[in-house]
């Protein structure tokens, strides 16, 4: 072994490996990416055999549509305790959220649903760090009525 060799920073000669296997591999990919006419038919007839769907424009309007948004618990006709995990942003599993007026137009976390200003939504309630998902909105009238509480329940057959 040379002196060179074992001065040598091991992490640089990894660095250095895979920078160099990285730039041979983007030459010569062009030359292995040709298709087979066979392969462009079948691929050709799969597109058309199955079209592409699009989302449901409830989902594309959602604005997180990667979280997954569930209504745990209704303590009260104000509060909801939300369960949300978004991989790209946050994961909160029992997340008290509020009911307020919205103050800027939106779309409902939980259906897509177009939100207007002025209109009664969930947020989350607000602490000191704000929640990654304090933008969030959930319509009133999307809300699941089926959690509810005991008070609740008082207060109806009252």
């Not at 990919?29 to 449901?56: N, S």
């Not at 089926?146 to 329940?153: G, I, R, V």
């Amino acid at each position: 072994m040379t002196a060179l060799a074992r001065s040598a920073d091991p992490w640089q000669q990894t660095v250095r490996s895979l920078t160099a296997t990285h730039a041979s591999a983007a030459e010569t990919a062009p030359r292995q990416r040709a298709v087979h006419p066979f392969l462009e038919r079948l691929t050709r007839a799969w597109e058309r055999d199955h079209p592409y769907v699009a989302p449901p424009p409830a989902q594309s309007r959602r604005p997180f549509p990667e979280a997954v948004v569930r209504v745990i618990e209704r303590p009260s006709s104000a509060t909801a305790i939300v369960y949300w995990s978004d991989a790209a942003t946050c994961h909160y599993g029992y997340q008290g959220w509020r009911v307020t007026t919205a103050t800027t137009d939106g779309a409902c976390a939980l259906t897509g649903e177009v939100i207007h200003r002025g209109d009664a939504v969930y947020r989350p309630s607000q602490r000191d760090p704000k929640p990654q998902n304090a933008s969030a909105m959930i319509l009133a009238a999307s809300m699941p009525q089926n959690e509810t509480c005991d008070a609740d329940l008082q207060d109806q057959h009252a």
